[in-house]
């Protein structure tokens, strides 16, 4: 599977925040725990690229420590006149880096049914729900069935 290295990290917490609303079965704990921690060494690779270049472009004391704007360790770095312009280039580069993953899009069914087929349901047999929020920020790695392919690529859905 493809995607941004800028979302990777907004990926891992969302599988995270998924793992932690729904009980799932072993196998499915494993595959989006799989999928989760090669996430997150992307996004482990990514921020160090992105502070290189914060380190590169902002100002620095005497001793070569990142300046901020509010004189705080990990506050809003300060940078002089056109430099944040080059900061902002080179993040988008960053960000915008192209990954392939070593894993296939997650099938909508790994997350809704149990391995033998039925679906997930809560205390009182009524089929577990997740907030969108959490689905929203999932859906890019979702693998897609024929009716959305269909709907993205303007025909009408079965």
Same mark, same amino acid.
């Given at each position: 599977?493809?995607? /941004?290295? %800028?979302?990777?990290?907004?990926?891992?917490?969302? $599988?995270?925040?998924?793992? &932690?609303?729904?009980?799932?079965? $072993?196998?499915?704990?494993? +595959?989006?725990?799989? $999928?989760?921690?090669?996430?997150?060494?992307?996004?482990? /690779?990514?921020?160090? +690229?992105?502070?290189?270049?914060?380190?590169?472009?902002?100002?620095? *004391?005497? !001793?070569? +420590?990142?300046?901020?704007?509010?004189?705080?360790?990990? %506050?809003?770095?300060?940078?002089? !006149?056109?430099?944040? *312009?080059? #900061? =902002? +280039? =080179?993040?988008?580069?960053?960000? &915008?880096? *192209?990954?392939? #993953?070593?894993? !296939?899009?997650?099938? $909508?069914?790994?997350?809704?049914?149990?391995?033998?087929?039925? @679906? #997930?349901? !809560?205390?009182? %047999?009524? @089929?577990?729900?997740? /907030? @969108?929020?959490?689905?929203?920020?999932?859906?890019?790695? /979702?693998?897609? *069935?024929?009716?959305?392919?269909?709907?993205?690529?303007?025909?009408?859905?079965?």
């Amino acid at each position: 599977m493809k995607g /941004l290295a %800028g979302n990777s990290g907004e990926w891992a917490a969302a $599988i995270a925040g998924f793992m &932690n609303e729904i009980p799932l079965e $072993i196998n499915a704990c494993l +595959k989006l725990g799989d $999928i989760a921690e090669e996430l997150g060494k992307t996004f482990k /690779l990514f921020e160090g +690229k992105r502070m290189e270049a914060l380190h590169e472009w902002c100002k620095k *004391d005497k !001793d070569g +420590k990142m300046v901020t704007t509010n004189g705080k360790e990990n %506050g809003p770095a300060d940078f002089e !006149d056109g430099a944040q *312009d080059e #900061y =902002a +280039k =080179a993040f988008s580069l960053i960000a &915008n880096e *192209d990954i392939e #993953y070593k894993f !296939d899009p997650i099938p $909508i069914k790994l997350l809704t049914h149990r391995a033998s087929g039925k @679906p #997930y349901v !809560d205390k009182d %047999g009524e @089929p577990v729900t997740v /907030l @969108p929020s959490i689905m929203m920020r999932m859906k890019p790695l /979702l693998e897609k *069935d024929k009716a959305t392919k269909k709907e993205t690529e303007g025909g009408e859905s079965e």
